[in-house]
């Protein structure tokens, strides 16, 4: 017999077929039907803010990895998928010049100017967020809803102290960015991502527990907290990037935890209505610490 | 639910449907044989033999007086053709005693020692399981007179014997259990009596229900020794995970199963002391799994030490498709090997033949920091943060992080979606480790 040419590397000879490009489209698939009922709710040109942020992060994408002489990697998922996070968090109204703008910080200063993918130490669509938050407070903050400008039920809340029907809530009939509204069409998304194993259910967890005990505490209604603003989004779609969460166990309940803790802290106290895209940004800090601090014991080992 | 089993841990595709159900064959004779003076971890032997000897089957033919060392014998009756380089599956080169095989095969065996286990010196069957040259056949090929020498101050409980068999493809241990239960319950009775261990445990995985059936019947008459069913898990059949599972007992970090009362054994290895003891014959054949996409003919057969991969594959109908490689052992833990021209040796529990297109290599991409090899790994490990670290020279951070815990089952390179190197990565972080603090 003769020898043809073999492979030869180090063990294991199989892999699982599971790949970073299939983890990050299972997510954008994930979040499709929560897309769907903004665009049903707000109209279609929640489709038109999607499609400028997306465009606008592969766009930045592609330029930084030429700029950088990285492979060029732009359809691994991951830019598509902050593209359409990002839209997900801004108001339908929005006009399309900041939807650039915001896409641009997102992937630019959120996530390639570390390194690029797997580098970036803060969830790359809240640092857009945050920024243009901080660039154009009134235009982040105008709420169009069946055509005539309204308040969010948080601000409705924390302004007039008139609560929304939980129904509505639940639905996300309702003024409020675009993906954050609909806590029934998210969950559809989230159990999707969980039985494939693909989402660190204890973050989570961690934060809307943490979230509604916390408002219990402070004499607020728990179910309101948990279907108004962007808590859903941000706990199941936000805290639980891989790239900017812990990687163990107990770390991952720390950060869910404290999120939640941070959420309420703002919301209740701060002067901010909500407060779901700093809580997810500052425990995103927390992260190295959270790694350090909480391995796991290893079998056998006396700690 | 409810099965026994450890924490976290894999389920690669199993693909052992192929030759599950098929009985065991004797492979033919090969015209030549090598036998590889180092075929266990420990001392190098010295050969016994020189060219032009006429050797007989079951002849020792190499030794040495260290005591972590198992001695090898000739597989056939045949002429000594001279001592050789050959390739080991390790990636390295081994001194290999080169047999022209006869005509005929005449044996040249050990005295059976006919006694009941209960009524033979322990001191007598690990000196005969020396003699016979028996090491590991998981793979390992720890010699297993050494893991039988109970220290003073220490207590074997348990003989566990592993048929858990949990690396894909390979159905040897579940062929062996099926048609050699007797002596390898035979030989775990041997086992207890060698280190004084009242209790003896089969662990077997529950994809194979007819082993564990037909071991269950065989030890129904047997009030110290049990057949427990565990659940089908990579990697059930590392030893501290079969001791999680069955005992719930963790062997601690840096020790050994012997530090809680146990000591493990393949089921192929007791199968191997029984031969030894009860028919006085060494360790000079084994059997093994040749399978996988690139075989035509997957088969389980019985090898002697020595034959060539070739042979065995052109046995098994020889290539099937574009090859891309070839691994001795399973494909979790196996060694992918540069040619055919390597032996069959005490610890090769497979041939693997992968096709081309299965194997294609992966290029790594950044870590993403999914956390999915920190949630398989089977000894609680933080596999990517010790793999950076590794490639950092980081040793002391290294240790801190348990490096040396790592048992290299592979699971968190089998999940890694970046498809990073991670236990290579680990395996030379671990001998950097272990080489500065013996220098120290």
């Known amino acids: 017999m003769q020898s043809q040419d073999l492979i030869v590397t180090s063990s294991p000879h199989i892999r699982d077929k599971s790949s970073v490009a299939e983890i990050m489209w299972s997510v954008v698939m994930a979040l499709l039907p929560a897309l769907l009922a903004a665009t049903y709710i707000f109209g279609l040109r929640v489709l038109t803010v999607v499609g400028t942020s997306i465009a606008t992060c592969l766009l930045t994408e592609y330029i930084f990895q030429r700029v950088r002489k990285k492979r060029v990697a732009v359809f691994d998922g991951s830019a598509v998928l902050t593209g359409l996070l990002l839209a997900m968090t801004l108001p339908p109204s929005i006009p399309h010049w900041v939807v650039v703008v915001g896409s641009i910080v997102a992937i630019g200063l959120g996530k390639q100017v570390f390194g690029g993918i797997g580098h970036n130490p803060f969830n790359p669509a809240l640092v857009g967020r945050a920024f243009i938050t901080s660039a154009y407070p009134v235009i982040m903050t105008t709420w169009t809803f069946d055509g005539v400008t309204q308040a969010t039920p948080l601000n409705l809340m924390l302004m007039e102290g008139e609560a929304t029907p939980y129904w509505e809530l639940f639905i996300g009939n309702i003024p409020g960015s675009i993906g954050e509204t609909s806590a029934f069409f998210l969950l559809i998304g989230a159990a999707y991502l969980i039985y494939k194993n693909y989402l660190n259910w204890r973050i989570p967890a961690g934060m809307i527990s943490t979230v509604v005990v916390l408002s219990w505490v402070f004499g607020q209604d728990p179910i309101f907290h948990l279907f108004a603003g962007s808590l859903i989004l941000g706990a199941f779609y936000m805290a639980t990037d891989m790239v900017t969460s812990p990687i163990t166990k107990a770390g991952r309940w720390i950060f869910g935890i404290g999120a939640g803790a941070i959420v309420i802290i703002i919301r209740i106290w701060g002067g901010y209505p909500e407060g779901v895209t700093y809580a997810i940004l500052l425990m995103n800090m927390t992260v190295p610490l959270l790694n350090k601090y909480t391995r796991p014991r290893s079998l056998g080992e006396v700690k | ?440």
């Open chain 2, 1 to 440: 639910m409810g099965l026994l089993t450890f924490k976290q841990g894999v389920h690669p595709a199993y693909n052992k449907k192929k030759t599950r159900n098929k009985e065991i064959v004797d492979a033919e004779r090969p015209e030549i044989i090598y036998i590889p003076l180092q075929q266990h971890i420990g001392a190098p032997l010295k050969p016994l033999v020189e060219r032009g000897d006429q050797v007989d089957r079951g002849q020792k033919i190499a030794d040495t007086d260290s005591f972590v060392a198992a001695p090898v014998h000739s597989s056939v009756s045949g002429v000594v053709k001279g001592i050789e380089k050959v390739n080991d599956s390790g990636g390295g080169r081994v001194e290999a005693i080169k047999i022209e095989v006869a005509e005929e095969d005449k044996n040249h065996f050990m005295e059976p020692l006919n006694a009941k286990p209960e009524d033979l010196d322990p001191g007598d069957i690990r000196e005969r399981v020396r003699e016979a040259g028996i090491a590991g056949m998981g793979g390992a090929m720890f010699p297993t007179h050494v893991k039988l020498a109970v220290p003073d101050g220490k207590k074997v409980e348990y003989i566990i014997l592993n048929g858990a068999e949990c690396e894909p493809y390979l159905t040897i241990d579940h062929r062996m259990m099926i048609e050699k239960g007797k002596e390898i319950v035979e030989g775990l009775k041997l086992l207890m009596r060698a280190t004084g261990a009242s209790k003896g445990l089969i662990g077997i995985e529950d994809n194979k229900p007819d082993a564990i059936r037909t071991l269950k019947s065989l030890v129904s008459e047997e009030p110290n020794i049990e057949v427990k069913e565990t659940e089908t898990k990579y990697p059930q059949g590392g030893e501290k995970m079969l001791i999680k599972a069955l005992l719930n007992r963790e062997v601690p970090v840096g020790g050994l199963p012997l530090d809680v009362g146990v000591v493990v054994n393949n089921t192929s290895t007791a199968a191997a002391v029984y031969e030894a003891v009860k028919l006085g014959k060494p360790l000079i054949d084994r059997p093994l799994t040749i399978t996988g996409s690139g075989i035509t003919k997957p088969m389980n057969i019985r090898a002697r030490i020595g034959t060539p991969v070739s042979e065995i594959i052109d046995q098994a109908g020889g290539f099937n498709g574009e090859v891309g490689k070839v691994i001795l052992g399973g494909p979790m833990m196996g060694k992918s090997q540069p040619s055919l021209n390597v032996h069959i040796v005490k610890g090769t529990s497979g041939v693997l033949v992968l096709q081309k297109h299965e194997v294609e290599n992966f290029s790594p991409i950044p870590c993403i920091n999914c956390a999915r090899c920190v949630d398989v790994c089977p000894t609680n490990l933080v596999p990517t943060k010790i793999a950076k670290l590794a490639e950092l020279e980081k040793l002391d951070r290294l240790e801190e992080m348990q490096v040396m815990n790592c048992i290299e089952c592979g699971s968190c390179s089998y999940i890694c979606p970046s498809r990073r190197p991670l236990v290579h990565n680990i395996r030379i972080g671990k001998a950097e480790v272990a080489a500065r603090n013996k220098s120290e």
